[in-house]
């Protein structure tokens, strides 16, 4: 049972322009998601979080939006960067207690 | 400031051989510690969980079982390793109320 679901397993992207990168949910009782990034070999790195309380977080070039009536969240990176490129997770925490990941998205950024 | 150390980087073993992983977490007390699994092209697996000593919640029924003996000690074990059991594991932790959690560098086990 997959309760967190990104669907795209990869996203190219020229470098400048936007990256968009989605995630779904499931459950109802998740009232925090996070973003992830990953570089192979390597541990995730926490990057940007938002509480089901808002719809909205912005922190630099990273911005999550959250519909909660879609369950459906997104990651907006602008303007993209050669190192940005990594595989992003999303997760989702039904009360602080443990985290739910999606499967990955990786992100490649074209010069 | 907190800082996770897991070890080792890599391992290959034998199917059949017992499995110890160890995690610790400094600069920090009485953390929330999770154990999570990347199996090849796949994305996180939670495979356990502890909010203190000698508490530990299992997510997946598997091969492998979970211990904390210390406030910042995770360990991952297994007695018999299985050719499913290869992947990339990495230990967290987080400090609630915050849920953010915070990874270590992984281990890739390779059973062979």
């Known amino acids: 049972d997959q309760q967190v679901k990104q669907n795209s397993p990869s996203l190219s992207v020229q470098e400048g322009r936007i990256s968009i990168l989605n995630c779904d949910y499931t459950?109802?009782?998740?009232?925090?998601f996070l973003w992830y990034k990953k570089y192979p070999a390597e541990g995730p790195t926490f990057l940007i979080s938002i509480s089901s309380i808002k719809d909205k977080n912005e922190d630099g070039r990273f911005t999550v939006f959250l519909n909660k009536s879609a369950k459906h969240l997104s990651l907006h990176i602008v303007p993209s960067q050669p190192g940005d490129s990594a595989v992003y997770f999303c997760a989702a925490s039904p009360g602080a207690q443990k985290l739910v990941f999606g499967q990955g998205t990786r992100l490649t950024i074209n010069p | 400031s907190q800082t996770i150390h897991q070890w080792p980087a890599t391992l290959v073993q034998p199917v059949g051989s017992p499995l110890s992983l160890e995690c610790t977490v400094e600069g920090t007390s009485n953390p929330n510690l999770y154990w999570y699994r990347q199996a090849a092209g796949r994305g996180l697996q939670l495979l356990f969980y502890s909010v203190g000593i000698g508490q530990i919640s299992s997510e997946v029924p598997q091969n492998l079982s979970a211990s904390r003996p210390q406030d910042r000690q995770f360990i991952l074990s297994s007695k018999k390793l299985l050719l499913s059991d290869s992947g990339f594991y990495l230990c967290a932790w987080s400090r609630p109320p915050a849920t953010e959690a915070f990874f270590g560098q992984g281990t890739r086990l390779t059973v062979v």
């Open positions: 459950n109802s009782m998740f009232d925090y």
